[in-house]
């Protein structure tokens, strides 16, 4: 439906292709056993997969914007865990890209391009989820390096990633004035990995809490202005926000297919369940939904694409839309395999659990409909 130049065809061809033959096997068994397998990111190293979004200086793709969703799309719609973690890492290089210094470009994607690097973004806190202002994880200046101190919760990749760009209070007690934020090395005293979460869908990506007890950051790790954290976070979830969009429209696509192509071999009463129209009008909105949802994504990655920055509103309505679209999707999916999407022998179940992280992460939907409705009455 989106029109799309030769090359990122073959890319989302060369993805699908890798995601069907053999991403499909492993989803099924990360999301029974809920615990990260470390062949897919022995994968996605074999296709330069966490290198979309890494200057080419350094040895990556640096993909366009429209690309790079395309790849999360294809991925979720075979495997929604293991899309998080291109998403998390895309996430973690937007920051780092928008917030470096030359020096630290040359320090961190010249360690990225040796390959074989996971990233993290972590910024929620137990007491700061939507309140990002309620941030209480504080760096302190002492000498060469930050001292900090607090944890953060629910990060994706989080006890398997090498590098974390986190959000601390750098200044003040409140508010999103005074928040900084930092490369964080998984290596650096006072930092360690806390409980690992046992989730309900996306059960093959890694979600644990992060503590800092006196942790010791290096000042030259900051990235930006200190106190300008939430600059940089706003600036870069006009990119992130769009990666969870994408997942959301992959798993409802995987959804759809897999209930249109059950639909005409179900046969009840004597024909394919496809036959009544009651099944055809459920297949045709679900359908509807998915191409507006594409139609809304695409349309804000072509507007990165040009150099737009001014798309915070888009990002969020596409965000909403399409894992609203992913949610009623799936829920439709299993309905329409009756009993048998009930079960865990088919995907959709999965799928269905899988979409509602996509209402919640990177801002809940009712944070985004905030945002949508405070620029139509600013
Ligand atoms: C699978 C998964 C992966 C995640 N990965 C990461 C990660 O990698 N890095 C990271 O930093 N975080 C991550 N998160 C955290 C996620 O971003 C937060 O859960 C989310 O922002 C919501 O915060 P909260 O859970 O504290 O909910 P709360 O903020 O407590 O919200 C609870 C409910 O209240 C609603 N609400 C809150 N304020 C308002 C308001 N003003 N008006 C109307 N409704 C409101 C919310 O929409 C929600 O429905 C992840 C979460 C999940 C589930």
Redesign the pocket.
């Known amino acids: 439906m989106i029109h799309l130049t030769e090359e990122q065809q073959m890319i989302r061809e060369t993805v699908r292709k890798l995601a069907e033959e053999k991403l499909a096997p492993i989803a099924v068994r990360i999301d029974k056993t809920g615990k990260f397998s470390r062949e897919v990111v022995d994968l996605f190293e074999e296709y330069d997969l966490l290198k979309l979004k890494l200057p080419k200086k350094y040895g990556g793709l640096d993909t366009d914007h429209t690309t790079y969703y395309l790849v999360i799309e294809e991925i979720a719609r075979v495997c929604a865990s293991s899309s998080m973690l291109i998403a998390?890492q895309g996430s973690c290089l937007t920051s780092i890209r928008l917030g470096a210094n030359k020096e630290q470009e040359e320090r961190f994607f010249g360690r990225l391009g040796k390959g074989n690097v996971i990233l993290?973004?972590?910024?929620?806190e137990p007491n700061a989820?939507?309140?990002v202002g309620a941030m209480r994880a504080r760096a302190v200046l002492d000498g060469d390096y930050y001292i900090v101190n607090g944890s953060?919760c629910?990060?994706?990749?989080g006890g398997i990633a090498d590098m974390y760009t986190v959000f601390f209070r750098t200044s003040g007690e409140k508010g999103t004035d005074g928040l900084s934020g930092f490369v964080v090395d998984k290596d650096t005293p006072g930092f360690s990995v806390g409980k690992i979460e046992d989730?309900m869908g996306?059960r093959g990506?890694q979600?644990s809490e992060l503590f800092f007890e006196d942790a010791r950051v290096p000042k030259e790790n900051m990235l930006g202005k200190e106190g300008k954290g939430w600059d940089l976070l706003i600036e870069s979830v006009k990119e992130t926000r769009l990666g969870i969009a994408c997942q959301a429209l992959g798993i409802a696509e995987g959804a759809l297919e897999f209930a249109t192509n059950y639909s005409k071999e179900r046969v009840q009463f004597g024909k394919p369940i496809s036959k009544n129209q009651g099944i055809q009008f459920m297949l045709a909105d679900m359908k509807i939904q998915v191409e507006a949802s594409r139609a809304l994504i695409f349309q804000t990655a072509a507007m990165l694409d040009r150099g737009i920055r001014d798309v915070l509103p888009y990002a969020a309505m596409a965000k909403c839309m399409a894992s609203d679209t992913a949610m009623k999707v799936t829920t439709d999916a299993v309905q329409i395999l009756g009993g048998y999407g009930y079960m865990k022998d088919y995907p959709v179940e999965r799928m269905m659990r899988d979409a509602k992280?996509t209402q919640?992460?990177?801002?809940?939907?009712?944070?985004q409909r905030?945002i949508i409705a405070g620029s139509m009455l600013k």
């Open positions: 998390t993290s973004w972590a910024m929620t989820g939507s309140d953060k629910f990060i994706t990749a989730k996306m990506s979600t992280s919640i992460t990177e801002g809940t939907n009712q944070i905030m």
